[in-house]
């Protein structure tokens, strides 16, 4: 009899060690998951929109292109600058850079691209902002 108590507690203490990894398992799953989620939720909350994010780029594209082209350049970065502030987003740069005409006139096209890429996420107020950046870009590219 005895020995037969003997195994039982055995048995239990096995059954104890399988509980205790199982609860230290889930544990640690349920953290990992709550990790991920605040890691994931973060990073959306943080990141600008798609649309934001290119009109920061146009913006500085921009201001690395030199050549006034008579005042259109700097009408376009502002309406840009205007845009991404109602989008929550700092855009910034003196609007000045040193290229050659042809280097700025690819500066002012690849703006206009991403713009054009940034329209069909925005809307209202933002999206008549780009809307007259790109008015502006084409003049600027009109102008020799």
Same mark, same amino acid.
């Given at each position: 009899?005895?020995?037969? /108590?003997?195994? %039982? !507690? &055995? %048995?239990?203490? =096995?059954? !104890?060690?399988?509980?205790?990894? $199982? =609860?230290?398992?889930? +544990?640690? &799953? ?8 605040? #890691?994931?939720?973060? +990073?959306? &909350? *943080?990141?600008? #929109? ?7 780029? *146009? ?14 350049? $700097? ?13 929550? &987003? ?6 000045? @850079?040193?290229?050659?005409? @042809?280097? #700025? ?12 890429? *940034?329209?069909?996420?925005? #809307? @209202? ?5 780009? =809307? ?5 870009? /084409? $003049?600027?590219?009109? $102008?020799?």
């Amino acid at each position: 009899m005895r020995n037969h /108590s003997l195994r %039982w !507690n &055995v %048995w239990e203490d =096995n059954e !104890n060690e399988n509980d205790m990894r $199982i =609860n230290l398992y889930r +544990s640690f &799953v349920g953290l990992a998951v709550v990790g991920f989620m605040l #890691s994931f939720g973060q +990073s959306l &909350v *943080a990141a600008p #929109s798609p649309p934001a994010g290119l009109l920061v780029q *146009a913006y500085a594209t921009l201001g690395r292109a030199d050549h006034d082209y008579k005042g259109h350049r $700097i009408a376009a970065m502002k309406q840009i600058e205007a845009a991404a502030k109602l989008l929550g &987003v700092d855009v910034h740069g003196d609007g000045k @850079g040193h290229e050659h005409q @042809g280097v #700025s006139d690819a500066q002012l096209r690849t703006a206009q691209g991403l713009l054009q890429q *940034a329209q069909p996420g925005l #809307s @209202g107020k933002p999206l008549r902002h780009v =809307n007259k950046a790109l008015q502006q870009l /084409s $003049i600027a590219l009109s $102008i020799k």
